[in-house]
Nanobody, 124 residues
Framework: VQLQASGGGLVQAGGSLRLSCAAS????????LGWFRRAPGKEREFVAA????????YYADSVRGRFTISRDNAKDTMYLQMNKLEPEDTAVYYC??????????????????WGQGTLVTVSS
């Protein structure tokens, strides 16, 4: 599967953005999906994950209650709705996919595919 992330930009603290991750090349519903981010000078970290069907979702503590992950298998697209953004959310956001399931996405364990990243900048 190939992934293309989009939707990043510059937003003021307290604002919202929606990221999209479009997939091609394989059966989208075969993959568990996730969002990760890398802030300047930091390691890449887990943000959110969603199961094949969309019935299970997981979030990092730092974004729970502010971010919502979803997927539309008919459109081969995953989303990350980000509300109440904070300057600490500034990072390059990456989408990822794995056929082995949600557990592998949660552990960031040698995932099948990564998107190219989209930059989110939150100003204070």
């Amino acid at each position: 599967v190939q992934l293309q992330a989009s939707g990043g930009g510059l937003v003021q603290a307290g604002g919202s953005l929606r990221l999209s991750c479009a997939a091609s090349g394989s059966t989208f519903s075969d993959y568990a999906l996730g969002w990760f981010r890398r802030a300047p000078g930091k390691e890449r970290e887990f943000v959110a994950a969603i199961s094949w069907s969309g019935g299970s979702t997981y979030y990092a503590d730092s974004v729970r209650g502010r971010f919502t992950i979803s997927r539309d298998n008919a459109k081969d697209t995953m989303y990350l709705q980000m509300n109440k953004l904070e300057p600490e959310d500034t990072a390059v956001y990456y989408c990822a996919a794995d056929q082995r399931g949600l557990g592998y996405v949660l552990k960031n364990n040698g995932l099948d595919a990564w998107g190219q990243g989209t930059l989110v900048t939150v100003s204070s």
